[in-house]
T-cell receptor, first 114, second 109 residues
Framework: DARVTQTPRHKVTEMGQEVTMRCQPI?????VFWYRQTMMQGLELLAY????????DSGMPKDRFSAEMPDATLATLKIQPSEPRDSAVYFC????????????FGQGTRLTVV | DAKTTQPTSMDCAEGRAANLPCNHS???????VYWYRQIHSQGPQYIIH???NNETNEMASLIITEDRKSSTLILPHATLRDTAVYYC??????????FGAGTTVTVRA
């Protein structure tokens, strides 16, 4: 049963610390999305990649957030330094190329910055 | 991206059909209509998508009007497990999936 795997599922960290969230996309999927969800803002698209290259990261705060795909099986989202306002659930999704294809979401990483 | 408009919430009786409307009056000819849902504390789940024709799968049916300015997601026999937030999304050729506020559907016994 193919699925998008996100680690860790939960993370509590202190303000100022670096946070790294990881995502393993479904094998063969070459499009990867990162989303953030809060009660106030809903689901926000932070960035997405095609064939490991960033296509659009305009939704991401550039000063502290970075997203990469070191290889086709791993996508990372880093926050350095973290702030309490970064507390949210972060979702990764993957899909094949094309408008006529569905994207599958992971279960998310719940981040709490204290 | 073409904007979608959905009701904020709706109730549905268990065992009955749930009809979820979505307006997307600015949709372009090559943009698809996608539906996802999010059950509490889980990642969004793909339901169905379509371009012009009506579509059906094991989860739901999607009815798109001829002018494509609106669509309806139909859950044929709603169960309590269908309680979720349902998102209607118009997807264009930049492949982005941009979520709005969605419709909170509550299925009642």
């Amino acid at each position: 049963d193919a699925r998008v795997t996100q680690t860790p599922r939960h993370k509590v960290t202190e303000m100022g610390q670096e946070v790294t969230m990881r995502c393993q996309p479904i094998l063969g999927h070459n499009t990867v999305f990162w989303y953030r969800q809060t009660m106030m803002q809903g689901l926000e698209l932070l960035a997405y990649f095609r064939n490991r290259a960033p296509l659009d990261d305009s939704g991401m705060p550039k000063d502290r957030f970075s997203a990469e795909m070191p290889d086709a099986t791993l996508a990372t989202l880093k926050i350095q330094p973290s702030e309490p306002r970064d507390s949210a659930v972060y979702f990764c999704a993957s899909g094949p190329t094309g408008m006529n294809t569905e994207a599958f979401f992971g279960q998310g990483t719940r981040l709490t910055v204290v | 991206d073409a904007k979608t408009t959905q009701p904020t919430s709706m109730d549905c009786a268990e065992g009955r059909a749930a009809n979820l409307p979505c307006n997307h009056s600015t949709i372009s000819g090559n943009e698809y209509v996608y539906w996802y849902r999010q059950i509490h504390s889980q990642g969004p789940q793909y339901i169905i998508h379509g371009l012009k024709n009506n579509e059906t799968n094991e989860m739901a049916s999607l009815i798109i009007t001829e002018d494509r300015k609106s669509s309806t997601l139909i859950l044929p026999h709603a169960t309590l497990r269908d309680t979720a937030v349902y998102y209607c999304i118009v997807r264009n050729n930049d492949y982005k999936l941009s979520f709005g506020a969605g419709t909170t559907v509550t299925v009642r016994a």
